[in-house]
Nanobody, 123 residues
Framework: QVQLVESGGGLVQAGGSLRLSCAAS????????MGWFRQAPGKEREFVAT????????YYADSVKDRFTISRDNAKNTVYLQMNSLKPEDTAVYYC????????????????WGQGTQVTVSL
């Protein structure tokens, strides 16, 4: 089993940057594909980015491509989401998730979830 804890959210002005972290418990972190999702008020949870076991491959939602970067450090059991050029429409609760599958983009394909961290982008 994997427990996930996100951190790094906050309030930032449009055009700014934030880096989210997701710390995982357990010794099998490197066995899981990792993903980031977000959920804005009144909207469904949506895919943001995903990364394979060793970090060799990544995939992004079109809405964040070229602005966000997902990475992982298996020695630290941590996955990151670097968010640059933030826009007000990026405002949401951001969740990290773990899956035995790779490069998955549907929320129901992930097995473990963190509690989320709020990101608010102001004008």
């Amino acid at each position: 089993q994997v427990q996930l804890v996100e951190s790094g959210g906050g309030l930032v002005q449009a055009g700014g940057s934030l880096r989210l972290s997701c710390a995982a418990s357990g010794r099998s972190f490197s066995s899981y594909g990792m993903g980031w999702f977000r959920q804005a008020p009144g909207k469904e949870r949506e895919f943001v980015a995903t990364i394979t076991l060793s970090g060799g491959s990544t995939y992004y939602a079109d809405s964040v491509k070229d602005r966000f970067t997902i990475s992982r450090d298996n020695a630290k059991n941590t996955v990151y989401l670097q968010m640059n050029s933030l826009k007000p429409e990026d405002t949401a609760v951001y969740y990290c998730a773990a899956s035995r599958g790779l490069l998955l983009r549907r929320a129901n394909e992930y097995d473990y979830w963190g509690q989320g961290t709020q990101v608010t982008v102001s004008l």
